[in-house]
């Protein structure tokens, strides 16, 4: 049996039907759900908009299930969510390492290659980083490159 499909995701959860308009509550109960299902290889972000999340599609899909359940469980009677799933297959999965920075990390795991001198090597930088914090490091290295060329 091949393994299952990897994802990226990003989804945004608004509750409905709330005494307020705060979101805080369930967002902190999101993340939560989230950080305890790290063993089960979900790695997330989240961001002023949503959460990104990455994983195999089961787990990805699993994530949002159970943010749902958490959120009605603090007392939002409708939960509407928008959700985007990314999937590839001209690429492997990545590896993580159990080292590196879990979800929130910025890109100090590529500051850190790049100062060990493995900065030349696309592999080397990207090690142990979500693909949206590669992405994200992929965009500072270029805007960093061509800075350098307009003061040389």
């Known amino acids: 049996m091949s393994q299952p499909l990897y994802a990226v ?10 005494p307020t308009t705060s979101v805080g509550e369930y967002i902190t109960e999101c993340q939560r759900v989230l950080e305890s299902m790290k063993d089960d290889g979900i790695r997330y972000e989240v961001h002023g908009y949503g959460t990104n999340l990455e994983g195999s599609f089961p787990v990805v899909c699993k994530a949002i299930e159970r943010c749902h359940e958490a959120v009605h469980k603090l007392g939002a009677l409708r939960i509407a969510t928008d959700i985007r799933i ?13 080292a590196a920075p879990g979800s929130q ?6 500051e850190e290659a790049a100062a060990a001198g493995g900065g030349g090597n696309a592999d080397d930088w990207s090690r142990g980083l979500t693909e ?3 992405r994200k490091e992929s965009v500072l290295r270029r805007l960093h490159a ?6 040389a």
């Open 132 to 134: 949206n914090q590669r």
């Open 86 to 98: 990314g999937t590839r297959t001209d690429k492997p999965p990545p590896t993580f390492d159990a």
């Open 105 to 110: 990390g910025s890109s100090a795991k590529a």
């Open 146 to 151: 061509d800075e350098a060329k307009g003061s």
């Open 9 to 18: 995701a990003d989804f945004c959860l608004i509750p409905m039907g709330t």
